[in-house]
């Protein structure tokens, strides 16, 4: 199974490609790079086989596609459509999702939450919590029959210094690091401190009530471009995974192809 995965968030689109279920690359590229996107994508798609049975040298792949944002899903879409001469799937209309959801509100979960969910769930076959570190933070919950309970959104470390330094008249931007010590003692290694435990805490205490909620402590994956800084002072975390959301588009995938035969 061949599948160029694309995982179009709020700041980057991931671009994975598989070839018979492994992966090869994953590239983490600007949403508004359309030229890196365009050759990222043709390199991606010539490295697929042709399908032996096409007479119109058709290559044996597919492009999936899970988007939180409308208007680079639309350039992605342009992109393939123009320079490929194929078309994408995309999870939550071409394709289903993965798991069903106990939520008030379905269509208005990110697909790329659920997908890393059920990737997650797919390993750990019980209760797990996937927590995202992105331009957002998501903290969300699948319970021990694989269903999708919800979570918590938070910003992320780059939404809360630019917040600050936005709404304040002397706080600077300050680039979020792991401290040196749990105090700063200038103004940027204060904010710095108080961004990174503040995004440290919320996770644990967040976890803990979820335990407190099923009654035991679940399994926690950790997640997202910015998870990497913070994952050292998580010791209440069981996994660090990358690039979990691709992971998800590739197991989507699949669980659809299986269903329909």
Do not use: H
């Amino acid at each position: 199974m061949n599948i160029i995965a694309i995982d179009v968030g709020n700041t980057n689109i991931t671009i994975a490609l598989y070839l018979k279920g492994e992966e090869e690359f994953v590239k983490s590229i600007p949403g508004k790079s359309r030229a890196k996107l365009t050759e990222c994508l043709d390199s991606a798609w010539q490295r697929i086989p042709i399908a032996r049975s096409s007479k119109e040298k058709k290559r044996d792949g597919v492009i999936v596609v899970s988007s939180v944002k409308g208007a680079w899903t639309e350039l992605i879409e342009r992109i393939v459509k123009q320079t490929l001469g194929e078309k994408i799937l995309l999870i939550g209309k071409n394709i289903p999702l993965p798991m069903k959801l106990a939520v008030d509100e379905p269509g208005e979960v990110g697909t790329d939450r659920v997908i890393s969910a059920a990737a997650a769930y797919a390993v750990v076959e019980d209760a797990v919590v996937v927590a995202d570190f992105g331009t957002a933070v998501t903290i969300d919950l699948v319970d021990e029959k694989g269903i999708f309970l919800g979570g918590v959104i938070c910003p992320g470390l780059e939404i809360g210094a630019r917040a600050l330094k936005v709404n304040t008249s002397q706080l600077p931007k300050v680039k979020i690091a792991r401290p040196k010590a749990p105090y700063g003692k200038t103004t940027t290694e204060a904010i710095n401190c108080g961004l990174y435990y503040s995004a440290v805490g919320t996770l644990q205490e967040v976890i803990r009530r979820y335990a407190e909620k099923i009654g035991r402590w679940p399994q926690t994956i950790l997640t997202g471009s910015a998870a990497k800084i913070i994952k050292d002072d998580c010791d209440f975390i069981d996994s660090y995974v990358p690039n979990l959301v691709v992971k998800g588009i590739v197991l989507t995938y699949k669980k659809y192809i299986e269903e329909k035969q």
